[in-house]
């Protein structure tokens, strides 16, 4: 519990520091431009299609029942254009995290090593495709268990639950991977995952808790539905601000991890700055 306290604390102190800030433009405005061509170009097509599945299906009539059970029949009327925002929101979350992942992590990984682990051997056990491969493969999982609950998320005390799990697994998987793949061998950073696994989904659960206040920006019913390109831009920007937070709070942590672990067994001298970010 110490480690989580103190590894949160320097990122909240590091994320203030304007080289980190910066990291989180230049996602940002890539998520911008690709989600700016891609709902240009299928946000309408995808509506109308929903639109003709409810009316061939009866929908509405469906939707309108359940919506009625608790006082909700209002949002019927904007029920295929929040549906398909909410089913966007996952594609969404994974640019942010892969933009993250490709510029911001590097960016954290050198900020933190270069200022606090100057003398950590850097022993490369991971790799830019098994990066990938751990991103792609957590956020099928993710994906999945995004959609099973989506019904649930009409209601705002579940989303808010199951959302920062969902989020929380994700984030440990990933962002601990990427943390460690410079850094630490296969073997080392298996050993980290298993000895500190309840701290770390505990750190991603947090920071799922985090990530789950732009989904704050979808409950507006009509109204997120208006505002639909405006709250998906300041919803990307968030994304993009927790994952970075998220990586100097999981660098922080495995770091000190790593360099404990190598303490003890005897394998490498760590000097750790107290220079503050």
Known sequence: MRLMTVSFGRALLSQLHIRMLLLTVLPFVVSIVL????????LQPMIDW?????????????????????????LKTVIVPLIAMWALLPLMILTALVFVGLWAVPAIARHVGGRH????????????????????????VFVFGWIVTLPLSI???????????????LT???MAYDTLADYATAEERRAIL?????????VGAIAGTMGAAPTLLWLGGALSVIFFPILAAGAIWLYVLVFVFTGLWFQYYCLEALSSLRAAAGTDTVSVSSSAN
């Open 35 to 42: 989600w700016g061509v891609a709902l240009w170009l299928g």
């Open 117 to 140: 682990y100057a003398h950590l051997e850097q022993r490369h056990g991971g790799s830019v495709a098994g990066s990938l491969w751990t991103s792609l493969w957590c956020f099928a």
């Open 50 to 74: 929903l639109q003709d599945y409810f009316v061939g299906h009866n929908g509405f009539g469906v939707a309108g029942s359940i919506l009625g059970w608790f006082n909700m029949g209002a």
């Open 172 to 174: 440990y998987r990933v």
């Open 194 to 202: 298993h000895a500190h696994r309840w701290p770390l989904l505990l």
């Open 155 to 169: 209601f705002p005390p579940l989303a808010f639950v199951i959302h920062p799990l969902l989020w929380g697994w």
